[in-house]
């Protein structure tokens, strides 16, 4: 049979204080920032955006998650999510672009869904795909996205410069690096 020490009080509060602050590191805001779930990308490729929402604003349950498409991104299309209601806005492009041999010079460049809830206690994903256009490798393509609450919003809208650290950012959009396009070889 096991046994274990008697904690005595002294011992037994300093071990509850450690498990709060321990509990309490997690659910920094750090933690807390609407992320992508895959950060990398081939140009010139579809890519496929799952941005992981990790919070409600001050506590409250998020019903609005509103997505801006960077310029070149074009093609967007939004995933239906159960509970959510799907919007698109369509603007003109800052300049036109080819998509299977047709030029674009417009498209979706904001989607949003609303009338959720999404607990501040509870994590979820909204999902979108679009094209990635004439970038460089190295290049990054920010996601500026805002959580609206009843009485807030949180914003992750602040684009990460190159060479710049994305912590050193208090509220950073999401960001997709572009690689090298994938060439196949068929013989």
Known sequence: MLTFPRLNARTACLHASMSV????????????????????????????????IGHGCEHEPTNTVTVTMPEGFISAKPMPKTGW????VKAKFAKSYELHGKKSDHGVTQIRWTGGSLDNNHYDEFVLRGRITDFEAG??????????CANGEARWDQIVKEGQDPHDVKSP???????????????
């Open 21 to 52: 602050l321990l509990a309490a590191s997690f659910a920094t805001p750090s933690f807390a920032h609407a992320t992508l779930e895959v950060t990398k990308a081939p140009a010139n490729s579809y890519y496929k955006a799952t941005i992981r």
């Open 139 to 148: 290049a990054r393509i920010s996601f500026p996205i805002v959580q609206t």
């Open 85 to 88: 209601k799907v919007e698109t």
């Open 173 to 187: 959009a999401p960001f997709v690096t572009i690689e090298a396009p994938k060439h196949s070889h068929s013989h």
